[in-house]
């Protein structure tokens, strides 16, 4: 089995994340049967939350394995994550009704894995519902992995048409790990 380290941005979860970077490795690409551990996602599993005032950010995250998105056959580890945002005592926008389902369900909201170059990195897409779009979705562990700084930006790219730029969840903020 290989670890995720290798060429978790290889992968076809982040094609385009990986192509408008620039990130290129001369490694030899995952092979039918191959299944893509990705242990260092472990510390990122659980419940996580935000308050500021009257308004609460929760996510949840687990681990899934699923198959590449293209067909080639292997297996890969991911995190899949589910989020509630609530201003008071409304809720704004929630994947909570999900949360029981895998990653085969394509239900989630948060969808990533530990980051390649830095292990304490959260890096993958947010779904926003409100507004029908995804964006980069980059979380930060801290060291004594209590706290997760979250950033939230769009994705790079051409834009045809009218384009919201902005965000229904806070596009900074810091969670804490919920026991």
Request: proline residues 3%; glycine residues 10%.
């Amino acid at each position: 089995m290989r670890s995720v380290k290798t060429i978790w941005k290889k992968s076809g979860v982040f094609v385009v994340l990986a192509m408008c970077s620039g990130l290129v490795h001369a490694q030899t690409p995952p092979q039918p049967g191959d299944n893509i551990l990705d242990p260092e996602s472990d510390k990122f599993i659980g419940e996580w939350r935000w308050v500021n005032g009257q308004d609460t950010l929760e996510i949840s995250l687990k681990k899934g394995n699923i198959a590449d998105p293209f067909g080639v056959g292997y297996r890969l580890d991911v995190l899949i994550g589910f989020h509630r945002y609530k201003k008071g005592n409304t809720v704004i926008e929630s994947s909570y009704a999900n949360i029981s389902t895998d990653a085969a369900d394509k239900k989630w909201t948060l969808l990533g894995g530990s980051d390649n170059d830095d292990a304490m990195v959260f890096s993958g897409r947010l779904k926003d519902i409100s507004k029908n779009k995804s964006g980069n979705l980059r979380m930060v562990l801290n060291a004594d992995r209590t706290q997760l700084t979250w950033e939230l930006s769009n994705s790079e790219g051409v834009r045809i048409g009218e384009y919201d730029w902005g965000f229904t969840l806070p596009k900074q903020l810091t969670l804490h790990k919920v026991d």
